[in-house]
């Protein structure tokens, strides 16, 4: 990847638990260990990816990292699902360290699609883009 395509939209150091980066075509968000999930987080989060797909013009975002700790209330999984909308025909991969398929991420993505998003998950950075590359039109 070209240094010079790369802008950070926000700090170097995870302060919120996540980082926000403009690559090449992308939005790309890095999640932390520390990252934590609830309501108010949730809409915070959503809003910075927003906003840096439509000051990009990208509707692809790749989030690599961890996944909070722990099982969620089906309630938040659907509250999840229903945020990735905040983004009109979103195409989101997820690249989580060590991932293995739930209940939860299956209900994510099944929620996220009634809304017109496309949403995988990958354990592979490099097989998650090249999916939002070869798949969605911007």
């Known amino acids: 990847m070209d240094a010079d395509k790369t802008l950070w ?7 919120q638990g996540f980082g926000v980066q403009f690559r090449d075509d992308h939005v790309h968000i890095e999640l932390g260990k520390e990252f934590t999930v609830d309501p108010e987080k949730r809409n915070a989060f959503w809003g910075v990816i927003a906003t840096a797909c439509a000051q990009h013009e990208t509707s692809r975002v790749l989030v690599e990292g961890f996944l909070p700790q722990g099982e969620r209330e089906v309630s938040d999984v659907i509250d999840a699902g229903q945020k990735t909308a905040t983004i009109p025909r979103l195409w989101l991969a997820f690249a989580v360290r060590n991932f293995e ?3 939860q991420t299956e ?3 099944t929620i996220a699609a009634s809304h ?10 490099e097989r998650a883009l090249k999916w939002l590359r070869q798949n969605s039109p911007q």
């Open 101 to 103: 398929p739930t209940a």
């Open 9 to 15: 939209l926000s700090p170097l150091v995870l302060d």
């Open 116 to 125: 017109g998003v496309r949403v995988r998950f990958f354990s592979d950075p």
């Open 107 to 109: 209900l994510y993505e």
